[in-house]
């Protein structure tokens, strides 16, 4: 079976930087499954390669921040007075806020915490950089019509969210 729009497709895969430092991979034991055909369940570039795609099938894909994560942003950047925190308030914690307009919420990392001010940051980790994956197709087979209706994958068991 080929990969098209509302089919299940499952991947192993690798996620690094472009000099080769490991983010993130999804093994054999643990893959990657999505939904394919535009449900945002995987990167739309990445997507797009994959279409029409069968089972074996190895990718090898350098992702742009605006492919991936993003630029970085240096308006999500905020300076806060630490009595606005909660008392164990540590770098590397994340909170959820809200952006300075208050159109969207957000998940904030403290980047700082110095003279009564907590620096957050609301761009994603990997904001700003290109990454390199590389992923191997395990398995296409169709979508179950619940899975279409609910945009996601469900599990072996049924509905699962």
Do not use: W
């Not at 606005?84 to 919420?105: I, K, N, T």
Request: hydrophobic share 35%; proline share 5%; net charge negative.
């Amino acid at each position: 079976m080929l990969i098209d729009k509302d089919t299940v497709v499952t991947l192993t895969y690798t996620l690094t930087t472009l000099s080769g430092e490991l983010l993130e991979e999804a093994s054999p034991e643990n893959p990657a499954i999505y939904l394919h055909g535009g449900y945002d369940g995987i990167f739309p570039k990445v997507e797009a390669a994959l279409q029409g795609q069968a089972t074996g099938m190895v990718l090898d894909l350098v992702l742009e921040p605006g492919d991936a994560f993003g630029e970085y942003d240096a308006d999500l950047v905020r300076v806060e007075p630490a009595h606005m925190f909660p008392e164990d308030v540590s770098v590397g914690m994340q909170l959820e806020g809200s952006s300075e307009d208050e159109q969207f919420r957000l998940i904030y990392t403290v980047t700082d915490i110095a003279d009564g001010k907590v620096v957050v940051d609301g761009n994603h980790p990997l904001a700003g950089q290109s990454l390199r994956l590389h992923c191997h197709v395990q398995d296409v087979r169709a979508a179950s019509s619940e899975e279409v209706a609910h945009g996601h994958v469900h599990g072996p068991h049924g509905h699962q969210h």
